[in-house]
């Protein structure tokens, strides 16, 4: 049993009220998210949903763009059949040793192979994260341990989460405030730990499924005891809190953040991201009311409302097919029944309705989704390079950000966990000496079209060099063409081993060079002997006089 304090407790309740407080403006834009963007997803932040959710909309539009946003993001960040990031160290003297350079490399493949393990979930986790992101513009992903099983995922949902921010803007703080049943309170904490009254519910069967409310907080250590052996020498300190009885039921800690948290994009003084969804949600509101005039609008036009004179002999109208009505036309043949004919204009109608969709097709980077989904096969370097430079302009903000967020922050607890599990080759002893720290370094293609513009422009001067080239040749030597095809390799996320390395290239070279300079001994072998038997020839001539 965890020993118990009062005052620790109370003021940690206090702050989640507080962090409530500050989160409760967000929670109708968000109810509002789920009904028009994401149904399937409606309950977090409404409890009682209805079971059939989304009814109220006429257009799917924000609907896809949330499926082609998540698409997007996956295949630009962490692209499932791809190394999207490495590992190196900062000192730049450091990575010139093989050694080093091997442990990079055989660390980064290991924690892939951790990583998308069938038992983690990362994909499906991932995929998820990346839909709160393009919803409420607030992720928080879960990156734990399973002893003997390795890494593990979720994806905290965000009415479940409250976060606060350290003085640098970035999240350093976590509230995580959930329901469980006695039985999954007793699964996860061990019954010894619980509460008394759950405890009690638990150990009775009619009761074990009552509902229990808990608190998790993981928040910065605020005093750190390196001295001791337990969670108070960890930076990171965790605390799992019952509520209804404000008791402590575990508290330990973590060597490194275990929740990254990462936001599309925030405004000055706001702690949650604003995502793309808010940013068109008027848009969304507007469309879905223009479809459903559109929609009432077509069904009259294919279903006219039936205009007749009231003369008390038209009763019934069967208006199936193959129906029968007489008395319908008067003794002349004339019809005593019509449609009405509406002056509604459809064909306009849909062209504004079209004009609306765009921001919001624009919003959840339709533009991307289209550029991967076309293929780039007959398209030439050049445009390929352009489009992506286009392209890098809009998205490098957002690369940074989900860079710094969420992607480093996932890396640096994964090597973590696997570095103290010795799930790693041990590190190098230049390393150990320097007392050197691994950092991932991003080569997914998000971080490539923000950098896209540097390949762009190379391009570009190449082409410029080659035309002075025909005035003076000598141009081109100022163009390193070497490290020029390397970089552009690297943005357009050629595989390094397509890649020949500078020793073999330098190798080439020197048998390039050995092959021509024997060819040229062949080649003057004959003259060279004719010259020689010239001159024996000579000597017996002059022997002789």
Not at 66 to 81: E, H, Q, T, Y
Not at 455 to 478: I, K, N
Request: hydrophobic share 40%; proline share 7%.
């Amino acid at each position: 049993m965890n020993e118990q304090d009062e005052d620790l407790v109370k003021t940690l309740l206090q702050r989640q009220q507080e962090m409530e407080s500050d989160r409760l403006p967000w929670e109708s834009q968000w109810r509002d998210i789920d009904r028009r963007v994401n149904p399937t997803g409606d309950g977090g932040f409404t409890p009682k949903a209805p079971s059939q959710r989304g009814l109220e909309n006429f257009d799917v539009t924000a609907i896809e763009g949330l499926d082609r946003f998540c698409a997007v993001i996956a295949a630009l960040s962490i692209p499932r059949k791809s190394i999207w990031h490495g590992l190196e160290f900062s000192d730049p003297e450091l990575m010139k040793i093989d050694a080093v350079k091997r442990w990079c490399e055989t660390a980064t493949r290991r924690l892939f192979a951790m990583r998308y393990a069938s038992s983690t979930g990362f994909t499906v986790q991932g995929y998820e994260d990346i839909q709160q992101l393009g919803g409420y513009g607030t992720a928080p992903l879960w990156i734990f341990e399973r002893p003997g099983k390795g890494l593990g995922y979720k994806t905290l949902h965000l009415s479940e989460v409250f976060i606060d921010e350290d003085f640098t803007g970035r999240v350093d703080t976590v509230h995580r405030k959930f329901e469980l049943s006695a039985r999954q309170a007793a699964q996860q904490f061990g019954v010894d730990a619980l509460p008394p009254k759950v405890r009690e519910a638990y150990a009775d069967p009619k009761k074990c499924e009552n509902r229990f409310q808990f608190l998790h907080v993981v928040r910065p250590n605020p005093k750190i005891e390196p001295d001791r052996f337990d969670w108070r020498a960890k930076p990171i300190e965790s605390l799992y809190i019952g509520i209804d009885e404000k008791w402590i039921i575990q508290r330990g800690g973590f060597w490194s953040f275990p929740i990254a948290v990462s936001r599309n994009a925030t405004s000055p003084r706001d702690k949650y991201g604003r995502s793309p969804a808010m940013k068109v949600i008027a848009g969304i509101k507007t469309v879905n009311e223009m479809a459903k005039t559109l929609l009432r609008g077509a069904h009259k036009a294919v279903d006219p409302p039936i205009a007749f004179h009231d003369d008390g002999d038209i009763s019934r109208l069967a208006l199936k097919p193959g129906g029968l009505n007489p008395g319908l036309i008067d003794q002349m043949g004339r019809a005593l029944v019509k449609p009405i004919e509406l002056g509604g204009a459809l064909p306009f109608g849909m062209e504004i309705l079209e004009q609306e969709r765009a921001p919001i097709r624009k919003s959840f980077l339709e533009e991307f989704f289209t550029l991967l989904s076309n293929p780039s096969d007959r398209m030439t370097a050049t445009q390929v390079l352009e489009t992506l430079r286009k392209e890098g302009v809009l998205v490098a903000p957002f690369a940074d950000r989900y860079e710094a967020e969420k992607l480093t922050p996932l890396v640096m607890r994964e090597l973590d966990i696997a570095m103290r599990a010795k799930q790693l080759p041990p590190l190098p002893a230049e390393v150990i000496e320097a007392g050197a720290k691994a950092q991932p370094v991003m080569t997914n293609p998000l971080s490539r079209m923000a950098r896209a513009e540097e390949a762009a422009g190379f391009t570009r001067w190449t082409e410029v060099a080659v035309q002075l080239a025909a005035f003076d040749e000598e141009v081109m030597d100022v163009v390193d063409t070497e490290a020029g095809l390397r970089g552009v390799a690297e943005v357009l996320g050629v595989p390094p081993t397509w890649i020949r390395s500078p020793a073999d290239v330098a190798a080439r070279r020197e048998a390039r060079v050995a092959a021509k300079e024997e060819a040229q001994l062949l080649e003057g072998a004959p003259k060279a002997a004719g010259a020689v038997l010239d001159l024996a020839r000579a000597s017996e001539i002059s022997g002789a006089v």
